[in-house]
């Protein structure tokens, strides 16, 4: 692994704005160590033998998890980690590894029928999602676990006030923790592009939607690869981990481009005071004519929109995509020399941003305790060492001297027999740490990013920088009542502009059906909804 050197911690007003102005006050419980003053009334396991310390019960007890994994995770019983964790803690957990492709369904599926494990890890469930299953009594509220049994946590919380405000409902209830990141570079989703078949075509980076469109013809018909056959895929773009998603991945790639930005973790601008939900906007169909006339030239990825994300990391490993969006370097690492970061392209209104970004609470829902839970406490006990740095370190790392060490500058790195690999992260995930598999419960810092965030990639983050948001708001929390409504029109909404997005961007749709298609999302109460999304932009601004 290469050193990053000296890397800058996010600042709070250029991260995700937490959503104060939109939470009730939470009285602060006071700090005290004995355990009995908020042991659950349901608990008929001992309690942890202690606040702090291992292991966390003298009487080993038994947990189920439930969780959802990558492709090139390794099962949770051949891991290091776990089996190290269990020894540490006393604490036995059963995991019921799901595959991210089927998780959604399965995650439903167990809330519908009330069969629940005892504990959600890298659950991804949504703010509403949380508020839903929280107030009907299948998740707990963790605020009180937070205060006496979650001292990593609560400090992390204490040094960034927004994540007690951004996870926090109206109501003062906690229902799931978000993994925490402090590495910028993590946060943001790079544009990897294809130097090597630029040279080879004697060609520069493209800086406006004009010259990538020459650009991607070019990878597409100059043989940049050099066998002789046109199989080069000029883009693509990451498929969303949930086919229900509301944003394509195609789409929040060029946003930006095309002055739209993606406030409230949503379709939303904020413009001189007013919040824009960009469904129904003009500059929204300039985009999506844009991608039409990508996917017309077979510019971009024919499996786009059915491929896995499998499919998807293959693609990359293999050296055969023009441009791509990932995070990292690691599914690529053996090519990595072959791409550089792009930059956002000037689209036709002169706008030149990058939109993608992600909130220091990184996922909003990787973690929540269920009511069949009888072990509260000592559940809160064991995922709180993953947020301080030990923890966090070991969860991804594993056991020093045997599967990392220490660099000079104190940063955790993998021993040679991993870093080395060709694919680092798998080689990790098969048998050392559940690294991979999407966002989890932990805290990732400039001490423990190094798998994730080697020179390179803090050198792409760079890059970006100059193209970001200054400002970014994260997921409203809305009360109860308000939330309920917003699920209502968003399933409607979401679903609609999903399904019309994608079949004017294959051609399916004529652009002619456009004022239609506006029409249609007025008659579904867009309109209302985007004056919900206002209505906590402005509690915000009260706030300050």
């Known amino acids: 692994m290469k050193n990053k050197g000296s890397k800058s911690l996010l600042v709070a007003t250029s991260l995700t704005i937490a959503m104060t102005g939109i939470l009730s006050a939470c009285s602060k419980s006071t700090d005290t160590t004995d355990a009995s003053s908020t042991a659950s009334a349901s608990s008929t396991a001992p309690s942890p033998s202690s606040t702090t310390g291992f292991p966390i019960v003298t009487t080993p007890i038994t947990l189920k998890m439930m969780q959802r994994i990558a492709p090139n995770a390794g099962p949770s019983k051949d891991l290091l ?193 007013k919040v824009k939900l960009w469904s129904t906007d003009d500059r929204y169909k300039a985009l999506l004519q844009f991608l039409n006339t990508l996917w017309k030239e077979k510019l971009i ?90 923890g966090s370190t070991f969860i991804r790392y594993g056991v020093e001297g045997q599967t990392f060490n220490y660099d000079a500058t104190g940063e955790a790195v993998y021993v040679d027999a991993i870093a080395k690999d060709p694919k680092p992260d798998a080689a990790a995930c098969a048998k050392v740490s559940p690294y991979c598999g999407g966002a989890f419960p932990h805290w990732l810092n400039e001490k423990n990013d190094s798998l994730v965030n080697n020179q390179a990639v803090v050198d792409a983050q760079k890059v970006l920088d100059p193209y970001l948001t200054k400002v970014k708001y994260g997921a409203p929390l809305f009360d109860e009542a308000t939330s309920k409504n917003v699920e209502i029109l968003r399933n409607d909404i979401d679903t609609y502009v999903r399904e019309q997005s994608a079949k004017f961007i294959i051609g399916d749709l004529d652009f002619s059906k456009w004022d239609n298609y506006v029409t249609t999302l007025k008659k579904m109460k867009i309109d209302e909804l985007e004056g919900m999304y206002q209505s906590v932009y402005d509690n915000l601004q009260s706030k300050k």
Do not use: C
């Open 301 to 390: 990825d024919r499996e786009y929109f059915t491929q896995t994300n499998a499919q998807y990391l293959a693609k990359m490993t293999s050296g055969n995509l023009g441009e791509f969006s990932w995070g990292n370097n690691n599914p690529f690492a053996a090519i990595a020399d072959q791409y550089v970061q792009g930059v956002p392209v000037k689209g036709p209104f002169g706008d030149q941003k990058f939109s993608v970004s992600d909130a220091i609470t990184k996922t909003f829902g990787t973690f929540a305790i269920t009511s069949v839970n009888k072990q509260p406490e000592a559940t809160m006990r064991w995922v709180d060492y993953f947020y301080g740095q030990e």
């Open 81 to 273: 980690v776990w089996n190290e964790y269990e020894k540490k803690t006393g604490i036995k957990v059963n995991v019921e590894d799901v595959p991210t492709e089927g998780f959604s369904e399965r995650k439903n599926l167990v809330f519908a029928s009330n069969e629940l494990p005892d504990f959600f890890f890298r659950a991804a469930l949504s703010p509403i999602e949380s508020l839903k299953y929280g107030t009907s009594g299948q998740l707990i509220p963790l605020e009180k676990l937070i205060d006496q049994y979650a001292p990593n946590f609560k400090a992390l919380m204490d040094q960034y006030p927004e994540i007690k405000a951004g996870i926090t409902y109206p109501n003062g209830h906690i229902y799931s923790l978000p993994m925490i990141v402090t590495t910028k570079a993590s946060l943001v989703p790079k544009l990897w592009l294809n130097q090597k078949w630029l040279d080879k075509l004697g060609l520069k980076q493209p800086q406006t939607t004009d010259e990538l469109i020459t650009v991607l013809k070019a990878f597409r018909d100059g043989d940049p690869n050099g066998n002789g056959k046109a199989d080069e895929i000029p883009l693509s773009t990451q498929p969303s981990e949930n086919k229900t998603k509301d944003n394509f991945s195609l789409v929040n790639f060029f946003a930006g481009s095309f002055g739209l930005d993606l406030q409230f973790d949503y379709r939303a601008n904020i413009e001189n005071g």
